[in-house]
C-alpha cells in the first residue's frame, strides 16, 4: 500500500569547474601587479645601556650636508643639486677628505620616500664604486670579487659614514 518512490536528485556536471578555477587563477595571477618592498639594510649598532656615546668635534670642512627639502628638491651645502650628480659629488668629496669625512643627511618630514630612497641608493653606489676602485688598484680584481677579509681591509679604507638629522618640530617633539 504505501510504496515509496526512490527519487534520483539531477546531478549537476561539474567537469569543466575545475578547468574554470585554474583559468581564473592564471588571470587572476597575470592581471595583479606585485608589489615589490623597497628597504634600506642597515645594521644598527647592538643597544648597550653602560657604553654612551660622547659627542665628538669634527671640522666644518669634513661634513659634506645634503638635504631633502618639503618640495623633494635635493641640496648641497644649500644649493641645488640633481640627484644625478649626487653620485659623483659625493665620490669627489670623500676621495679628497678620506677617511675623516662625514656625509649628513636630512630629510624633510614633508619629502617623499622615494626620493630619500633614491638618495640613499645613489650615496651606497658611491662608496661602492670608491670600493670597487680601490679594490682594483690594490687587490687587481673588483671588489665583488673580493675575499671577506680583503672586503674588511676595504670597508676600513673607504669606510660607509653617513650620518641622519631628524628635524625638530615645534614643541620640541621629533
Do not use: W
Not at 52 to 67: A, C, I, N, W, Y
Not at 72 to 88: A, F, I, V, Y
Not at 151 to 158: F, G, K, S, T
Amino acid at each position: 500500500m504505501f510504496r515509496k518512490e526512490r527519487r534520483s536528485v539531477p546531478q549537476l556536471n561539474t567537469t569543466s569547474t575545475a578547468d574554470i578555477s585554474f583559468m581564473l587563477l592564471i588571470l587572476f595571477l597575470v592581471t595583479t601587479s606585485m608589489d615589490i618592498d623597497k628597504g634600506l639594510s642597515r645594521q644598527l649598532p647592538p643597544l648597550d645601556p653602560v657604553m654612551e656615546q660622547q659627542p665628538t668635534d669634527v671640522e666644518e670642512g669634513q661634513v659634506l650636508r645634503l638635504k631633502i627639502e618639503a618640495d623633494n628638491n635635493l641640496t648641497c651645502e644649500g644649493e641645488p643639486l640633481l640627484l644625478s650628480q649626487l653620485r659623483k659629488r659625493v665620490e669627489d668629496f670623500v676621495t679628497k677628505r678620506g677617511k675623516d669625512h662625514i656625509l649628513q643627511l636630512e630629510s624633510s618630514p614633508q619629502a617623499s620616500y622615494d626620493v630619500y630612497f633614491n638618495v640613499q641608493n645613489e650615496i651606497v653606489a658611491a662608496y661602492n664604486a670608491l670600493r670597487d676602485a680601490q679594490a682594483r688598484m690594490r687587490f687587481g680584481k673588483s671588489f665583488s670579487r673580493c675575499s671577506e677579509e680583503e672586503r674588511n681591509v676595504l670597508r676600513e679604507a673607504v669606510p660607509q659614514r653617513v650620518s641622519e638629522v631628524y628635524p625638530q618640530e615645534e614643541g620640541g617633539e621629533p
